[in-house]
């Protein structure tokens, strides 16, 4: 008998095999080399302080999300994002949300990324997965299988599970520090779970 246990046998996608592990690094060096290789040379005296690049913060609860935890994790966004104004270091984000064909709150989530107080996106039904965890500096997400392929691509999470099936897998990444669980949708306040992204956008590397 051969027992296939621990993270080596996580299951994984195969469109994930196309990436070496940490794709996410590598895809974030090319993006500097290409940012630096278009960008202008400056005038002659002229003094230029580089921007802090916002973070890139992905959410996403499955297919359908019928419990409306992505509503939940952008009203947290907000409410971080309002808390740090007054702040010396006020937070910066962008944020995309990937919906399923499924979800029954479609049009009301149009509505809540496009009122969004941070620049917002909405993509339905995406097929390349690994691309869009590339994209990410930062995960919301549920406690499912989805996070052995952040953790893969080398995405930190934050975790807000959506069903009791998914506590203990969450509670021992967390114990593991793989992810910060911020807990279950059912009893989590908006307020609760900004409280847990809050720290994690600050530095979220």
Known sequence: TRLMMGTRFALLR?????????????LRELEIEASSADAAEPAA??????????VRVLVTFGGSDPDRATFKALDALALAV???????TPLRVTARVLSGPANP?????????????FPCELLSNVADM????AWADLSINAGGSTN????????????????DNQVPNAAAL?????VLLAGQ????????????????LASPK
């Open 14 to 26: 195969r469109e994930f095999l196309a990436w070496p592990q940490g794709g996410k690094a590598l």
């Open 105 to 117: 709150h479609f049009a009301a989530l149009e509505s809540a990324v496009s009122s969004a107080p």
């Open 148 to 163: 052995w392929e952040l953790a893969y691509m080398g995405v930190p999470a934050v975790v807000l599970t959506i069903a």
């Open 82 to 88: 309002a808390a740090s104004s007054s702040t010396p």
């Open 174 to 178: 967390a114990s593991a520090h793989a």
């Open 130 to 133: 690994p691309s869009q965890y």
């Open 45 to 54: 005296g002229a003094e230029s302080t580089p921007a802090e690049e916002p």
């Open 185 to 200: 949708h059912a009893t989590t306040s908006a307020t609760a779970l900004a409280d847990v992204l809050a720290p994690a």
